[in-house]
């Protein structure tokens, strides 16, 4: 199997992207309000999980809240293209083709979903293991 250069060219996407729009933002708006989450207490919020990161005008009291309500969208359950079954190559619809073969098929790239496979999905996060005790994983017996 060949290595593929999609995982840093998926990096390096992400940051021509992203290093341009650090100019739209003032380096003080981006910096969150440290003294809030340092209270010394465990169930303080750290930055990443802050809720006011998707909301401003969260609601911190849980006194005010509604008793009952119904969400703007509704969520749904829905099949989350696990590795296992080697990400968004598994044809979920029966006979039907998967997503990254649509993709594939819409847009001429032959290679896409061997591509998927190789770094998102059944192989791209797999380890190499010369006997079968190495394949241990998560209590699941493999063979080499």
């Given at each position: 199997m060949k290595p593929c250069a999609c995982r840093w060219l998926s990096s390096l996407l992400v940051?021509?992207?992203?290093?341009?729009?650090?100019a739209l933002y003032p380096s003080s708006s981006l910096q969150p309000d440290y003294a809030f989450f340092n209270t010394g207490k465990?169930?303080?919020?750290?930055p990443p999980n802050n809720p006011a990161g998707v909301d401003s005008e969260f609601n911190y009291n849980a006194a005010s809240l509604p008793i009952s309500g119904e969400a703007q969208n509704m969520p749904w359950p829905s099949y989350d293209w696990p590795t296992v079954r080697d990400s968004i190559n598994y044809r979920?619809?029966?006979?039907?083709?998967?997503?990254?073969?649509?993709?594939?098929?819409?847009?001429?790239?032959?290679?896409f979903p061997q591509n998927i496979t190789e770094t998102a999905g059944i192989y791209g996060h797999?380890?190499?293991?010369?006997e079968d005790p190495e394949c241990q994983i998560h209590d699941v017996s493999l063979v080499c």
């Amino acid at each position: 199997m060949k290595p593929c250069a999609c995982r840093w060219l998926s990096s390096l996407l992400v940051l021509a992207i992203a290093y341009p729009l650090q100019a739209l933002y003032p380096s003080s708006s981006l910096q969150p309000d440290y003294a809030f989450f340092n209270t010394g207490k465990g169930e303080g919020w750290d930055p990443p999980n802050n809720p006011a990161g998707v909301d401003s005008e969260f609601n911190y009291n849980a006194a005010s809240l509604p008793i009952s309500g119904e969400a703007q969208n509704m969520p749904w359950p829905s099949y989350d293209w696990p590795t296992v079954r080697d990400s968004i190559n598994y044809r979920w619809d029966g006979n039907n083709l998967s997503p990254a073969e649509k993709v594939a098929e819409a847009f001429n790239l032959p290679n896409f979903p061997q591509n998927i496979t190789e770094t998102a999905g059944i192989y791209g996060h797999q380890g190499f293991c010369d006997e079968d005790p190495e394949c241990q994983i998560h209590d699941v017996s493999l063979v080499c």
